[in-house]
Nanobody
């Protein structure tokens, strides 16, 4: 099973920025890596994903504010989060699956591995 180790996150005021990182034990051109998030009392939802050849996906709620990227050599994905809002407060989970980013957003059942989660808290 692919191991995913997340880092980053923290607490910021509204309008601030944070970057999440996700180091994977495997990332090939056949894989897609990304993030889900779960806000307090709400379901876990997809946020963004990227594959090497097929581009990116962003949920409508984060389009224009979040940017996902991947370093193929380091097998590490990054989620740059700008103009953060209180409603972005959530635990962010890195995910990976074998397949194209064309399939994003994917159902949770199709996720191959999950990271341990990173707390992001945005105060108003």
């Amino acid at each position: 099973q692919v191991q995913l180790v997340e880092s980053g996150g923290g607490s910021v005021q509204a309008g601030g920025s944070l970057t999440l990182s996700c180091a994977a034990s495997r990332f090939t051109y056949d894989d897609t890596i990304g993030w889900f998030r779960q806000a307090p009392g709400k379901e876990r939802v997809p946020v963004s994903c990227i594959s090497d050849n097929d581009g990116t996906y962003y949920a409508d709620a984060v389009k224009g504010r979040f940017t996902i990227s991947v370093d193929n050599v380091r097998k590490t994905a990054y989620l740059q989060m700008n103009s953060l809002k209180p409603e972005d407060t959530a635990v962010y989970y890195c995910i990976i699956f074998a397949g194209s980013s064309w399939y994003c957003p994917i159902p949770e059942l199709q996720v191959e591995s999950w990271g341990q989660g990173a707390q992001v808290s945005v105060s108003s």
